[in-house]
Structure formats: structure tokens, C-alpha cells
């Protein structure tokens, strides 16, 4: 019996990434003696907290945005995010000549409120524990005449997304192993296509908060599995169920979840900070804290990283990753 085509193929995100050229950042890739020491194996951060507004989350919202057609661009178009796909929309629509309104959590960091508004969005918040805000941005985009771009149940926005994983491959060359927070889906959904097309024996790991396991728990199912709207540090991770169309793509390309709890992302936090002299979020270091609290079992000789994000402000990020003083 043939196997299903999925939604995104490896020529999308190729095709992603001619769109990219010269629009988004090729971050670098950084590397360690330490972590390597502590890991035992060699590790390849792709640092996303380089991208423009700070994640890769820019990759995808273009890539989708770049694709409308002049008639929809000129409606406008609609989001919701709790903050990165909320400014990578935001900045794509100015950068590409249309208007954004985004849907966003009243909690949202403040960081991201901000850089949302400042590349200029019109944003509306909701209760994040209350209110289905997928609904809510529906509702308003058919009330609006908007097109509507997803965090990550999205073809051309998980393409995108993908184009991380080719970068960082590109560079390193075969990896052993891969390694990416998972959050809906998008990410790790666009990076495992790019990945085991290159190399089809490269294992890819997902990496979830500990609070927030429904794709943990829905690969285990087989089924999408919603939990309770997750409590984390890691609020680019608080989500309740896998995307529609982000689940059959990870359900056949990624191997497994890993988790992680909010003393781990924010020790790994620390590390990023003072060894690789870099500012990671906490969803941006899930896969970092995985590695260095030996989460991923087994680990092979060469292995990939995508730190997904630096979009923290430095009242939070001091706030979380101050060490008790010593009497």
C-alpha cells in the first residue's frame, strides 16, 4: 500500500529558500568546546536568535506572506501568536507592503508586545487560559476581508521553517542527529523535511516542555491528544495540541520527544549566556537544556541544534537566571 503524500516536500522548502535569499539572515552556527566535553559528542547550534525580530519565525511568516496575491496583500492579513509569529507577521507585512492585525495573549512578554506593535500591527489580546484565540483570529479575519497566516498549521510556513534545518546542514554537512523545540509544530515539522531528505538516517528529536507534552503524548497515542493549557517559562511552547497539519508530517518524520523542566531551560540559559556569549528565550534553549540534562539518550557523535529564539527582555531574563545569593 503507497504512503500518503504529506503537505510540505523538501522542493518547498528549497523553493522557500530562494524566496529568503537576501531577505532573511543566514545565522551563524556556533560551537563549544565545553558543551561538546558535556555532551559528549560534537554539537552545531543553528542560532536563530540571530534572525530578524529575533527568531525563525520570520522564515515561515514571509514565505507565506511573499506567496499572497496582490488582492489579498492589499486586504490585509491576520495572525495570532503568543509573540514571535506576532512580530515575524508584522515585520513581513511591512516589508512586503500589507497591513497586519495580530491576535496575542494579554500575558504576552512585554518584549513582544512591543516589537509587534513597533514594526506596525494592529494588536488584539485575549485570556490565553480562557479564550480559543485560533477562533478569535478567525472570526476576525472573515469579519475583515484578511487572509489568515497561522504560527504553524500553514504549508508555505512550515516550508519555510525548514529552511533553518537546510542552512544549518549546508554547513555542517551530515549530522547524526537533530535536535528542535517543539511548540505547534511548525519548526520541527519543516526541519525534519529538509533533514531526512538530505540524510535519511539522521534521527530527529523534538523537545517539549515538561508542561506541555501533548506532542509527546499524541506521537504515543498516534492520535492528537490535547493537554491543559500548559504553565512554562516557555510560553513559545505553551500549547495544547499538535497542529492538523503539522502532526502527520512529525508523526512520520520524528523519532522522539524529549522533555524538559523550567530549572533545566533555565540552566541551559545560563550556559548559552556565559560559554557561547549569547541570549537565548526559554523555548529557544529547550533544546540546549535536553541535551546538557541528558534527556537525549544514546547521543550520537555529531549533533544539530536549532535554538529557536532570543526574544526575551533583560528585566526577564535576570529575573530567571539569577542565582540565589549565599549566606
Known amino acids: 500500500m503507497a504512503t500518503a503524500a504529506l503537505p510540505v516536500s523538501f522542493a518547498d522548502v528549497r523553493e522557500a529558500a530562494a524566496r529568503l535569499q537576501g531577505i532573511a539572515h543566514r545565522t551563524p552556527v556556533l560551537t563549544s568546546r565545553t558543551l561538546n566535553s558535556l555532551v559528549g559528542a560534537e554539537v552545531f547550534i543553528k542560532a536563530e536568535n540571530y534572525q530578524r525580530m529575533g527568531a525563525f519565525k520570520f522564515r515561515g511568516a514571509y514565505n507565506a506572506v511573499a506567496r499572497l496575491s496582490p488582492e489579498q496583500r492589499a486586504k490585509g492579513i491576520a495572525a495570532y501568536s503568543s509573540g514571535n509569529h506576532a512580530q515575524a507577521t508584522a515585520l513581513a507585512a511591512r516589508e512586503l507592503g500589507t497591513t497586519a492585525v495580530i491576535v496575542m495573549p494579554e500575558d504576552a512578554p512585554r518584549s513582544k508586545l512591543a516589537a509587534t506593535a ?3 500591527a494592529e494588536i488584539v489580546t485575549y485570556d490565553r487560559y480562557t479564550q480559543d484565540r485560533s ?3 478567525h472570526a476576525l479575519a472573515e469579519e475583515r476581508g484578511l487572509t489568515l497566516i497561522p504560527p504553524y498549521d500553514h504549508p508555505h510556513v512550515i ?6 534545518a537546510l542552512e544549518l546542514l549546508e554547513e555542517t554537512g551530515p549530522l547524526d542527529a537533530l535536535v528542535v523545540p517543539v511548540g505547534g ?4 515539522a519543516g526541519s525534519a523535511t529538509a ?19 501533548d506532542t509527546k503524548r499524541s506521537l504515543e497515542a498516534g492520535a492528537r491528544v490535547t493537554v ?9 511552547q505553551a500549547l495544547d495540541t499538535p497542529g492538523e497539519i503539522t502532526f502527520p508530517i512529525n508523526q512520520r518524520l520524528v523519532d522522539s520527544i524529549a522533555l524538559v523542566s523550567d530549572a533545566e531551560i533555565v540552566t541551559a540559559m545560563r550556559f548559552a549566556f556565559e560559554r557561547l556569549k ?19 539518550e544514546n547521543p ?11 526574544n526575551i527582555d533583560a528585566d526577564r531574563f535576570s529575573a530567571l537566571t539569577q542565582r540565589p545569593e549565599r549566606g
Open 135 to 137: 477562533a478569535l483570529a
Open 228 to 236: 491543559p493549557v500548559p504553565r512554562t517559562i516557555a510560553d513559545g
Open 185 to 188: 509544530g511548525g519548526l520541527i
Open 159 to 164: 516550508a519555510g521553517q525548514g529552511t533553518a
Open 300 to 310: 550520537p557523535r555529531r549533533i544539530g541544534v536549532i535554538a529557536s529564539g532570543g
Open 118 to 120: 513597533g514594526y506596525g
Open 278 to 296: 549569547t541570549v537565548l528565550e526559554p523555548s529557544g534553549a529547550t533544546p540546549l537544556a535536553a541535551l546538557l540534562a541528558g534527556r537525549v
Open 195 to 213: 533533514a531526512t531528505a538530505l540524510h535519511p538516517g539522521i534521527r530527529v528529536i523534538g523537545v517539549e516542555p515538561e508542561a506541555g507534552d
